[in-house]
C-alpha cells in the first residue's frame, strides 16, 4: 500500500508552503488509495512550543487534511534513535568525531539535554558515508539528480548534548511508519543522497522521494509574512473557505489541462506528480482572492449567511432576521473576497447611526447637493417602497424630470444612505432599508451638510 506522511517541526506556525506539501502528499495517497500519515518532528526542545503545535493540528483539520492513524511524535521514541545509532556505530558505519570549538560554535549550549548510554562528552557521532564518486537521487519530479563525493558530508546524527538529529531521525521513522513515498520540498534535496546512505547502512528499503520546487512570490523570491507567507489559520480566520484554498494550492506547480476549478472528489482522482512542474510555483495572492470570491458566489444565500453570522457578532451585530441578511447578501457578495471582508461591509445595514464626519463629505459641500436632497427626500416621502423596480423607475424619472445624470445625485444618495460611496445601487439600497430608515438617513445628512 501507498503511504505518504507530512512531518511538520512545530517551531512556527504552518505556512502556504508546508500546506501545499501536506496536501500535495494526502491528495497523492489518495490517488493511490492509500494512507497519508502525520508525524511530528518535535526533537528540538528548545525551539518547539505547544502552541505552534496546536495551531498545526488545528489546521490541517480545518482543511481536512487528517492522518489515516494517529500522529507520531518523535519525542517519544528517542531510545529508537540511539539503538539505532548503536548499530551504526558496530558497522563502523558512525564515529565518535570531538566537538571544534571556534567562533561560530563557541556560544553553544553543550549542556546534556538527552541522557543516554552514548553520550560522551565533548563529543558528537557521526554518519560515515560510504566512498562513491557520484551520489544519486532518482526523484520523481527532478528526474536524476547527482551529487559529487565533495558534497557529501559525514553529518552529525547525535548531539554533544544527547539529542539525535533530523538526518538520523527521519530516516529511522519513515521506516517505523511504513512510508513508500516521500514528498516535501525540494530545500530538502540536499538532504536526500545522505539520508539514503543511512537507509541502505540500516537495512532498509528506500522509499521514493518527490521534491517539490518551493513556492515563490509574484517577485520571484521566496516567499515571506509580506507575499501572505503566514499562518495559514489566518486565512482560515478571515474567511477563505477550505475547499478555495485547496483548489488554489493544487494548482500551484500542478495542473490538469485548463480546468480551474475543481471539487476534493475530482483531485483525489486526478492528482499525479507526473503534473507537478519543476520550475518555482508562484504564489498569486490576487488569484487566491479571486477563486475564493468565485467559491462564495456560488455558494447558496442562506449558506453564506451561516457562515458570515459569526464575522458579524464580532463586530457586536447580532441577526435576528434571517431573510434581511439574506436579502443584503444577494446584493454585495460579489464585491468582496472572504467572508470577513464582506462581513465588515455590511455595518451599515445594521446601525441606525451614519457618520458622515470623514474625508469623503468634503465632495459633498455645495447648495446644489443640499437641493438634491430637500427634493428627494420630498419625493421619496410620497411614493412606496414595495419593490425594487418602482424604487429603479423613481430614480430614472427623477434623473429626467431635473435635467440631471445619476452621477449627479446617486453619489450623495448612496453616501447619504451608507457612509461611503462603494457600495450597492443605491435603489437597492432603499429598498433593504426600507422607508423609514432611508428617510432617515437622508434627513439626517441634509441636516448635517446645513450646519
Given at each position: 500500500?501507498?503511504?505518504?506522511?507530512?512531518?511538520?517541526?512545530?517551531?512556527?506556525?504552518?505556512?502556504?508552503?508546508?500546506?501545499?506539501?501536506?496536501?500535495?502528499?494526502?491528495?497523492?495517497?489518495?490517488?493511490?488509495?492509500?494512507?497519508?500519515?502525520?508525524?511530528?518532528?518535535?526533537?528540538?526542545?528548545?525551539?518547539?512550543?505547544?502552541?505552534?503545535?496546536?495551531?498545526?493540528?488545528?489546521?490541517?483539520?480545518r482543511l481536512?487534511?487528517?492522518?489515516?492513524?494517529?500522529?507520531?511524535?518523535?519525542?517519544?521514541?528517542l531510545d529508537a534513535y540511539i539503538d539505532s545509532i548503536e548499530i551504526l556505530?558496530?558497522?563502523?558505519?558512525?564515529?565518535?568525531?570531538?566537538v571544534e570549538l571556534n567562533e561560530k560554535t563557541k556560544d553553544t549550549n553543550l549542556e546534556l539535554e538527552y541522557e543516554n548510554r552514548l553520550n560522551k562528552q565533548g563529543y558528537v557521532i557521526r554518519f560515515r558515508n560510504p566512498l562513491k564518486e557520484k551520489h544519486i537521487v532518482e526523484d520523481m519530479i527532478h528526474g536524476t539528480v547527482k551529487f559529487s563525493a565533495k558534497a557529501i558530508n559525514d553529518v552529525v546524527i547525535l548531539r554533544s548534548n544527547g539529542m539525535p538529529t533530523y538526518n538520523l531521525t527521519s530516516v529511522i521513522d519513515d521506516n517505523y511508519m511504513g512510508i513508500t513515498h516521500i514528498i516535501r520540498g525540494d530545500d530538502h534535496l540536499n538532504n536526500t543522497p545522505v539520508q539514503i546512505n543511512i537507509f541502505d547502512a540500516l537495512g532498509y528499503v528506500t522509499p521514493k522521494f518527490a521534491h517539490l520546487p518551493m513556492i515563490h512570490g509574484k517577485d520571484g523570491k521566496r516567499l515571506?509574512?509580506?507575499?501572505?507567507?503566514?499562518?495559514?489559520?489566518?486565512?482560515?480566520?478571515?474567511?477563505?473557505?477550505?475547499?478555495?484554498?485547496v483548489n488554489y494550492l493544487a494548482k500551484t506547480g500542478w495542473s490538469h489541462g485548463d480546468k480551474e476549478f475543481f471539487s476534493i472528489d475530482e483531485l483525489k482522482k486526478l492528482f499525479s506528480l507526473d503534473k507537478v512542474s519543476k520550475s518555482s510555483a508562484i504564489f498569486d495572492y490576487d488569484k487566491l482572492n479571486w477563486m475564493n470570491q468565485q467559491y462564495i458566489k456560488k455558494m447558496s444565500i442562506s449558506n453564506v449567511a451561516d457562515l458570515i453570522k459569526p464575522y458579524l457578532q464580532s463586530q457586536n451585530i447580532s441577526i435576528t432576521d434571517n431573510s434581511y441578511l439574506e436579502k443584503i447578501l444577494a446584493l454585495g457578495i460579489e464585491r468582496d473576497f472572504n467572508l470577513?471582508?464582506?462581513?465588515?461591509?455590511?455595518?451599515?445595514?445594521?446601525?441606525?447611526?451614519?457618520?458622515?464626519?470623514?474625508?469623503?463629505?468634503?465632495?459633498?459641500k455645495s447648495e446644489k447637493?443640499?437641493?438634491?436632497?430637500?427634493?428627494?427626500?420630498?419625493?421619496?416621502?410620497?411614493?412606496?417602497?414595495?419593490?425594487?423596480?418602482?424604487?429603479?423607475?423613481?430614480?430614472?424619472?427623477?434623473a429626467e424630470e431635473n435635467n440631471l445624470k445619476f452621477k449627479d445625485f446617486g453619489p450623495i444618495i448612496r453616501f447619504g444612505l451608507t457612509g461611503r460611496l462603494k457600495a450597492p445601487a443605491v435603489n437597492e439600497l432603499c429598498f433593504i432599508l426600507g422607508k423609514r430608515r432611508t428617510l432617515d438617513r437622508l434627513s439626517k445628512l441634509r441636516d448635517f451638510m446645513s450646519n
Open positions: 500500500m501507498i503511504k505518504t506522511r507530512f512531518a511538520p517541526s512545530p517551531t512556527g506556525w504552518l505556512h502556504i508552503g508546508g500546506v501545499r506539501t501536506a496536501l500535495f502528499s494526502w491528495l497523492f495517497a489518495k490517488s493511490q488509495n492509500g494512507e497519508f500519515l502525520l508525524r511530528i518532528d518535535d526533537t528540538d526542545k528548545g525551539r518547539c512550543k505547544s502552541d505552534y503545535l496546536q495551531s498545526i493540528l488545528n489546521s490541517l483539520s481536512d487534511l487528517k492522518s489515516d492513524s494517529d500522529p507520531v511524535y518523535q519525542s517519544n521514541r556505530l558496530k558497522k563502523d558505519m558512525a564515529y565518535y568525531d570531538q515571506s509574512k509580506r507575499h501572505g507567507s503566514v499562518d495559514i489559520n489566518s486565512f482560515l480566520d478571515d474567511g477563505y473557505l477550505k475547499d478555495s484554498i470577513k471582508d464582506i462581513a465588515g461591509g455590511l455595518g451599515y445595514y445594521f446601525t441606525e447611526e451614519i457618520s458622515f464626519d470623514n474625508e469623503i463629505y468634503k465632495k459633498f447637493d443640499i437641493v438634491i436632497l430637500d427634493n428627494i427626500i420630498a419625493q421619496l416621502s410620497e411614493i412606496g417602497f414595495d419593490d425594487e423596480a418602482s424604487l429603479s423607475n423613481f430614480f430614472a424619472n427623477f
